[in-house]
Structures are given as structure tokens and as C-alpha cells.
Antibody, heavy 121, light 113 residues
Framework: EVQVLESGGGLVQPGGSLRLSCVAS????????MGWIRQAPGRGPEWVSVISGSGESTYYADSVKGRFTISRDNSKNTLYLQMNSLRAEDTALYFC??????????????WGQGTLVTVSS | DIVMTQSPDSLAVSLGERATINCKSSQSVLYSSNNKNYLAWYQQKPGQPPKLLIS???TRESGVPDRFSGSGSGTDFTLTISSLQAEDVAVYYCQQCYSTPQTFGQGTKLEIK
């Protein structure tokens, strides 16, 4: 059974940093692209970032480019999102998701339950 | 960026009746080299993550009831629920994965009439 489990969320002050982690199981991790999607309270999902199976290709939403960094450790079946210079508008539930394909250009077939990030003073 | 616009924003349908949700992209999401539409549909129930229902505009995911179907090509797409069941109450989103950023529609809230 495919499982992805996020962790690392919490309360952080504006300008602060957080590192989200996502541990995956039930599939060959390196064979699939992985992504982060966030959802602010009462809003729809917002695509944040995606990384190829090898980790060589990464893509970001304009709203996080230059502040967030996606990475993966295929030896640990773990996906990361380093978030710096956090803003109030980054407050959301952050989902880790497995793409249905090795390509970054594919839908998200399996999602975690999310980890909540709150940016507030 | 490709803008995804869904209609209607909300929809109330009687049990057993057909529900139709539309999604329009601001530019084509059809990749000509493989003739695939890079369009997905998700269902989200309260307190749960989105669940992938349909990939490539019309390919139903494993385990998704066959009352759910997707159609369309290029810029205009439709999700149809042929006979609404109580468990189908949810918000439905379309998403394009043709180009980054891979944008979602604003969502359509489906309720029972």
C-alpha cells in the first residue's frame, strides 16, 4: 500500500524557516516524481513544487521561487521542502504527494494527510 | 500561467440524477506528440486530502466507481457523475499538469438537492 507521511509543520514567525519532510513507503520511491501542494483554510489546492524521480529536475510556483527548495533522498525514501523567508500568506496545510509517473508532468495519485504551517507573530 | 476555470462554483443535484462539472483552461493542455490531455480531476471531502479520480482527461483511476467519467480535449473538459450517490458530496477540482505552475481550478462544491 502506498503511503506518504508528512512532518515538520508548526508555528513560525514571519521571516523564519521550516523544513518539511515526507517519508514514503509501498512503492519504488526513485521511480516517481513527487510534489508539494498547499491548501490555505477554506481555499482550493495550490501547486507549490515538484521534483523528478532522480532529483535532477525541480519546478516551483512563482509565489515560492527563491524562498523554497524541494529535494529528495532516495536512499531514505524521503522528500523535503526547505521553506525560508516565510510570510503570513504561506500559512496552509502542506500536502506531500506522489505523481502517477516518473515525469513531473503528471497528476498526483497519492496524497498524505498534510502538515500545518502557520506563519504568525 | 495556465488559468483553470470551473463552472459552476456550486451545484445541487438529486440523488440518482446526473451531475456535470465543467473545466476550461486558458490554453490547450493537449500534448500533440502523444495526443494526451494533461488534465486531472480530484475529489476532496471535508478533512481529507484530494483524491485523484481521472487522469489524462478521461482515464478513471483504479477503484473509482464507473459512474464517474471524464471527457473533453484541448481547453474544454467535463466531469460527469452519471447517478449521484450520497457519498459523492464533495468539492471537485480540475488540474492541468501540462506546464508549470501546474494550476488547479477554483473548485466546484457538489451537494444533494
Amino acid at each position: 500500500e502506498v503511503q506518504v507521511l508528512e512532518s515538520g509543520g508548526g508555528l513560525v514567525q514571519p521571516g523564519g524557516s521550516l523544513r518539511l519532510s515526507c517519508v514514503a513507503s509501498g512503492f519504488t520511491f526513485s521511480s516517481y516524481a513527487m510534489g508539494w501542494i498547499r491548501q490555505a483554510p477554506g481555499r482550493g489546492p495550490e501547486w507549490v513544487s515538484v521534483i523528478s524521480g532522480s532529483g535532477e529536475s525541480t519546478y516551483y510556483a512563482d509565489s515560492v521561487k527563491g524562498r523554497f527548495t524541494i529535494s529528495r533522498d532516495n536512499s531514505k525514501n524521503t522528500l523535503y521542502l526547505q521553506m525560508n523567508s516565510l510570510r503570513a500568506e504561506d500559512t496552509a496545510l502542506y500536502f506531500c504527494a506522489k505523481n502517477v509517473h516518473i515525469s513531473c508532468y503528471s497528476p498526483f495519485g497519492s496524497w498524505g494527510q498534510g502538515t500545518l504551517v502557520t506563519v504568525s507573530s | 500561467d495556465i488559468v483553470m476555470t470551473q463552472s459552476p462554483d456550486s451545484l445541487a443535484v438529486s440523488l440518482g440524477e446526473r451531475a456535470t462539472i465543467n473545466c476550461k483552461s486558458s490554453q490547450s493542455v493537449l500534448y500533440s506528440s502523444n495526443n494526451k490531455n494533461y488534465l486531472a480531476w480530484y475529489q476532496q471531502k471535508p478533512g481529507q486530502p484530494p483524491k485523484l479520480l481521472i487522469s489524462w482527461a478521461s482515464t478513471r483511476e483504479s477503484g473509482v466507481p464507473d459512474r464517474f467519467s471524464g471527457s473533453g480535449s484541448g481547453t474544454d473538459f467535463t466531469l460527469t457523475i452519471s447517478s449521484l450517490q450520497a457519498e459523492d458530496v464533495a468539492v471537485y477540482y480540475c488540474q492541468q499538469c501540462y506546464s508549470t505552475p501546474q494550476t488547479f481550478g477554483q473548485g466546484t462544491k457538489l451537494e444533494i438537492k
